[in-house]
């Protein structure tokens, strides 16, 4: 395999636990804005919704796609956002303002897909990137 497409690695991030905790308070937004009778939050064009749940899930893939690299926690990683995506519509139909819908559940397995194949590319390694910036910095 090319070394510059070579983004599976098992080093583990220096800052490993702080992009844990700061990857469980972006899901906690994220089911509090999920949750929140109107979120204001609106694409006012057909489908809007359904990029918005698109692009949140594959951001929430791509986040722990990066802090855990390997195969293995990928698939990890599709079957926790897949559980959370259901779970999210699940009690959005527990809450009259809101609603549940499978298009949504399918509009997040679209991006947790594009995230999965935007982790084949450089984009597997920013958070590496960016403790590898800091530290030349620091260095330097």
Aim: glycine share 10%; aromatic share 12%; with cysteine.
């Amino acid at each position: 395999m090319n070394e510059a497409m070579d983004v599976q690695t098992s080093r583990r991030l220096r800052w490993h636990g702080a992009w844990v905790a700061l990857g469980w308070a972006i899901m906690a937004f994220v089911l509090w804005m999920a949750l929140m009778p109107d979120p204001g939050i609106t694409l006012s064009f057909t489908y809007g919704d359904k990029l918005l749940h698109a692009s949140t899930f594959c951001g929430l893939a791509g986040w722990w796609g990066n802090v855990y690299r390997s195969r293995r926690a990928r698939g990890w990683i599709v079957l926790g956002c897949l559980v959370f995506g259901v779970f999210i519509e699940f009690a959005q139909s527990l809450d009259p303002p809101r609603d549940a819908s499978g298009w949504d559940v399918l509009a997040d397995v679209v991006g947790i897909v594009l995230a999965l194949l935007l982790l084949r590319t450089p984009l597997a390694r920013v958070l590496a990137g960016i403790e590898a910036s800091f530290e030349r910095r620091r260095a330097g």
